[in-house]
């Protein structure tokens, strides 16, 4: 079983950034970043492969945030720039059991426990 711990998480002002790391045991496959806000769904953020060759954005973060992912400290990361009041949410990490992205939560097998981002307008 995955096991992963997120952190990096905090407030900042809009217009800010924050880069949130995800620190994962065990074997590592594909991954991916979502959220949620109160009173909406866990919505998907960013997916990435388990080489880091494919990436996916959910069109509300594309060109400001980034994921990426360093398999040797076995971390993943996303760098969230011009945050906005909107991108208030808690945050998690995810882990799947094959190779390949995927952007629907059934799709994901191991959760973090999250991290909360609160940008103030």
């Known amino acids: 079983q995955v096991q992963q711990v997120e952190s990096g998480g905090g407030l900042v002002q809009a217009g800010g950034s924050l880069r949130l790391s995800c620190a994962v045991s065990?074997?590592?496959?594909?991954m991916g970043w979502f959220r949620q806000a109160p009173g909406k769904e866990r919505e998907i953020v960013a997916a990435?492969?388990?080489?880091?060759?494919?990436?996916v954005y959910a069109d509300s973060v594309k060109g400001r945030f980034t994921i990426s992912r360093d398999n040797v400290k076995k971390t993943l990361y996303l760098q969230m720039n011009s945050l906005k009041p909107e991108d208030t949410a808690r945050y998690y990490c995810a882990a799947r059991n094959t190779v390949a992205l995927a952007i629907t939560q059934r799709e994901y097998v191991d959760w973090g426990q999250g991290t909360q981002v609160t940008v103030s307008s």
């Open positions: 065990g074997r590592t496959f594909a």
């Open positions: 990435i492969t388990w080489s880091g060759g494919n990436t």
